[in-house]
């Protein structure tokens, strides 16, 4: 199936989180707002993103953003992701997602996800093109921020062709366009963030820090 430009949204909180901090949905409904189609779901288990990483796989999806706590080790590094009713070590993770990613490019929304071993390892062992994760601890309200001026900037310039008219062929996501737009939205929170690549050999993976070193 081919691959369209746009992305899909997972989304996992606590119970008294659930009501009032929901950044996933409020990054989709922005989306609407600009006309551009995007998927929107919220999970609690393991056992529900296993099945929706599968529907991903299988979707013409090309993009895949999760929004959820990350668990963090005594040395403040992501060891995994925490879901409502538990966790999922990066491990298992790369497992559950590794055969759904190939051609296609993940955005973590998790505090301290650049950290630790997940990203390098998922790029490791599987097609995926990119993955884009914060290095610190960040606030909803920054993280929200960030990620809908993140999309919003990605997905507003129109492809032209040869004589300057728009085309209707959707515009898809270039390394060069995500670390231009990436430092135009990390100025805006004060936050870093890092971009997990390919490098030039097999097997290689280019680690890009972006953003404000902070005081």
């Known amino acids: 199936m081919s691959k369209n430009p746009t992305v899909c949204i997972v989304e996992s909180l606590g119970f008294l989180e659930e009501q009032t901090l929901r950044e996933g949905e409020i990054i989709s409904k922005t989306l609407q707002l600009s006309g551009k189609r ?3 779901v919220y999970i609690k288990s393991v056992p529900e993103l296993m099945a929706v990483a599968s529907e991903f796989g299988d979707s013409s999806h ?8 990350g668990s963090i080790d ?3 590094r992501m060891e995994g ?18 055969p759904h990613l190939d051609g296609r490019r993940l955005f973590l929304s998790s505090c301290l996800a ?7 390892t998922l790029m490791e062992q599987s097609g995926c093109l990119s993955v884009l994760a914060p290095m610190n601890k960040i606030g909803f309200d920054d993280a929200a921020v960030f990620w809908t001026a993140f999309y919003h900037l990605m997905f507003k310039e129109e492809p032209r062709d040869k004589s300057g ?19 135009t939205c ?14 030039d050999e097999k097997g290689e993976v280019r680690r890009v820090t972006i953003g404000p070193r902070k005081e």
Do not use: P, Q
């Open 114 to 120: 650049a950290r630790g071993d997940f990203a390098e």
């Open 38 to 40: 995007s998927a929107y």
């Open 186 to 199: 990390a100025r805006l929170v004060n936050e870093r963030f890092r971009l997990f690549l390919r490098g």
């Open 62 to 69: 090309r993009y895949l953003h999760l929004s959820c706590h």
């Open 81 to 98: 992701l925490a879901l409502t009713t538990g966790r999922i070590l990066n491990a298992k993770l790369v497992a559950l997602l590794k």
């Open 165 to 183: 008219a728009r085309t209707k062929k959707r515009r898809g996501m270039s390394n060069r366009r995500i670390e231009e737009n990436v430092g």
């Open 74 to 76: 005594d040395k403040d």
